[in-house]
């Protein structure tokens, strides 16, 4: 076994990769970027590394750079992770150069497996079945037209060389076509440094089951039986878990023992994932996962494995550590991905500090994987995964329950993020039921993405009580008569009840809410009814409070005029109106176009002086690795265009200025 490796990567997946290391014995070297010189997976290993500055293309995916961190630690092995270089055969073949064994499959099953087109190409003569389209290396627009046409629409156009839903559009009809190729090709190309795609027919309800297959040097093969991926946004999975609801004992033979076929076709060795398509009783082969997947804790928690472990045993020429016989599944886990996004805006990435952080790391049956610790932040770097939590239990009806409550401990603020969407979801009947496709999401967007509502009593009754203990905590501490009425923080008036009022503004809306001081606590008045509130500070910015006859423990944290109160699972964000503060600030004006995202501008289209219609294109904006294309909302002419190629903008930043017909 190897006494050093060195991890190629970074956040969540460098992190698990260390505790598997250590748990064995072995020494880890981290390596990083700028953004990253104080990150969680540095603080965790043994010794790390420098790489270069904060973009990928000149740290993580610097082949040279990690090569010379290995030699320079001694390290005699490297993981790739996931992502970056995990699956980049010259990556592997440079590890074999420098006499550094690379933890993953061999340059050649890389290969194979590395486009998509060719992957497709090597199923289709093995008789596996595919979905109909066009796999081709031929590029041009005419063929990629003709392609379509011949295959029909829906369409998917996917990039060759990806995988983690960059470079995919589905096109409609034929109208579409044109654009979808440019923006999945330069998806692509951002991404993989290859803009070559090919085109599917677009399954309307298929499920996406994939399949963990093993095997060593010795010529064994196993698979640790399926997954099933099916929701997702923007193609990319949000929940994951094993085995598949509704998978029956001969489907999950026939897809594994194709899978296994796969992994022997191209001598294949390591960890690997066949991904398959499945609507009805058919099944269609999409691709092979030639790494470790994101979703790999579900397969461990139902075979009790730790597939990193076989990983490493593997690479040192070990044979794999159970035949196919003795794997069993044992009950029903689930994993969900929270996401640094908002959903109520397409899914955009949102970056920033993570100004609280808490996981439910003591609750039984879970576990939390994660790079991220309270105060890092999410940059617009990398990808904007903060981290997988995961649930196993007896069966899946449990394993759900489970779930939500792992979702109603968690608590995050900073960074929008898809907390409440994961909830949803967990919460949905026919989520429950393991009704489910690809379409999930977009479905039931209605009920999973619910207008925000307004926050209920019982939270602002916190938020209130939150106020009035920090003006408590305010009051002169050495006042010469104790019991002076200028020494109480309270609203104490000579003549009449005392009171204080508080406007907070709950989803844009502003609320006055009146506090009526009583001894231990206050009145509040509420739109809907009087509340009789006793309030005390407990521990770690939780406030324990009796409204009416119930007791609750709700946490508060105020961040200036900025209040959130996790309660009951939910989080509600409120902000404190301080009527000593002047009001002020101007809206958004009509044709001031604002970036939705932070990211990077990749193309400028839009020229001062220009008479453009509505819709029409005027520039093209990256935010990890994702491109959108920003356009006009109205008829009207360009006055100033505000940004440059290559620049780095913020979310909200005006970048072009408009002017209306008169």
Request: aromatic share 4%.
């Amino acid at each position: 076994m190897f006494s050093t490796i060195l991890i190629a990567n970074r956040g969540e997946i460098a992190c698990r990769v260390i505790r598997t290391a250590r748990r064995m014995g072995i020494r880890t070297v981290a390596v990083h970027s700028d953004a990253d010189a104080d990150a969680m997976h540095v603080a965790m290993a043994d010794e790390s590394r420098r790489l270069g500055p904060a973009p990928a293309r000149e740290s993580y995916l610097r082949i040279d750079a990690i090569i010379a961190a290995a030699r320079a630690s001694g390290a005699e092995a490297i993981h790739p992770g996931y992502g970056f270089l995990s699956e980049n055969a010259e990556f592997a073949e440079a590890c074999a150069a420098a006499g550094i064994v690379f933890i993953g499959p061999p340059p050649s099953a890389i290969r194979a497996m590395g486009s998509k087109s060719a992957a497709k190409a090597l199923m289709e003569r093995a008789g596996v079945p595919l979905v109909p389209g066009y796999h081709g290396e031929d590029q041009s627009p005419d063929t990629l037209r003709q392609a379509a046409e011949r295959i029909g629409y829906p369409l998917l156009i996917k990039a060759s060389a990806g995988g983690g839903g960059k470079g995919m559009r589905i096109v409609e009809s034929a109208a579409g076509l044109e654009e979808g190729l440019a923006l999945a090709k330069g998806e692509a190309r951002s991404s993989f440094g290859d803009d070559h795609v090919l085109l599917e027919r677009y399954l309307t309800r298929p499920r996406h089951i994939e399949v963990q297959v093993f095997a060593d040097s010795q010529g064994n093969t196993v698979h640790l039986f399926e997954r099933d991926c099916s929701i997702q946004r923007r193609h990319q999975k949000v929940v994951e878990e094993a085995p598949a609801p509704g998978m029956d004992p001969a489907r999950r033979e026939a897809m594994g023992r194709a899978a296994c076929d796969a992994a022997t076709a191209i001598g294949y060795v390591g960890a690997g994932t066949v991904e398959f398509i499945a609507e009805g009783d058919a099944f269609h082969f999409m691709e092979m996962n030639t790494r470790l997947q994101v979703e790999h804790p579900v397969t461990e928690a139902i075979t009790g494995q730790d597939l990193v472990e076989w990983q490493l045993r593997v690479a040192a020429g070990q044979p794999l550590p159970l035949t196919q016989d003795a794997l069993r599944i044992g009950g029903h886990a689930i994993e969900v991905r929270l996401y640094a996004e908002d959903p109520a805006r397409d899914f955009a990435p949102s970056i920033g500090r993570v100004d609280h952080l808490r996981f439910p790391l003591e609750q039984p049956g879970a576990r939390v994987d994660t790079g991220i610790r309270e105060g890092d932040a999410v940059t617009i770097h990398y990808d904007p995964m903060i981290a997988k939590l995961i649930v196993h239990a007896q069966d899946r009806e449990a394993a759900v329950r489970r779930l939500l409550g792992a979702l109603a401990a968690t608590e995050i603020t900073g960074p929008a993020t898809n907390l409440a969407l994961l909830t949803a979801i967990a919460a949905h009947p026919a989520f429950r039921r393991g009704e489910f496709d690809t379409g999930f999401i977009a479905r039931h967007a209605a009920e999973l993405l619910p207008v925000a509502c307004p926050a209920p009593r019982a939270a602002l009754a916190a938020a209130v009580a939150r106020l009035l203990l920090d003006l408590a905590a305010l009051a002169p501490a050495n006042s010469a008569d104790p019991h002076s009425p200028w020494n109480v923080a309270t609203a104490w008036r000579l003549n009449g009840d005392g009171y204080q009022d508080f406007v907070l503004e709950d989803g844009g809306s502003p609320r006055t809410l009146r506090a009526h001081l009583r001894p231990g606590g206050f009145r509040l008045d509420l739109p809907e009814g009087r509340a009789e509130v006793e309030a005390r500070e407990d521990v770690d910015s939780t406030i324990a409070l009796r409204i009416d006859e119930s007791v609750i423990r709700p946490r508060v944290l105020r961040r200036g005029d900025r209040l959130t109160v996790f309660l009951n699972g939910g989080t509600h964000s409120l902000r404190y109106l301080d009527p000593r503060l002047p009001v002020g600030g101007e809206g958004p004006a009509a044709g001031r176009i604002l970036a939705p995202m932070p990211g990077k501008v990749l193309e400028v289209l839009a020229q001062p002086g220009q008479d453009l219609p509505r819709g029409a294109v005027l520039l093209v904006l990256e935010a990890m690795k994702v491109q959108m294309r920003i356009t006009s909302p109205a008829p009207g002419r360009v006055s100033a265009v505000l940004c440059r190629v290559g620049e780095l903008v913020e979310d909200g930043m005006e970048l072009v200025k408009m002017e209306q017909p008169s």
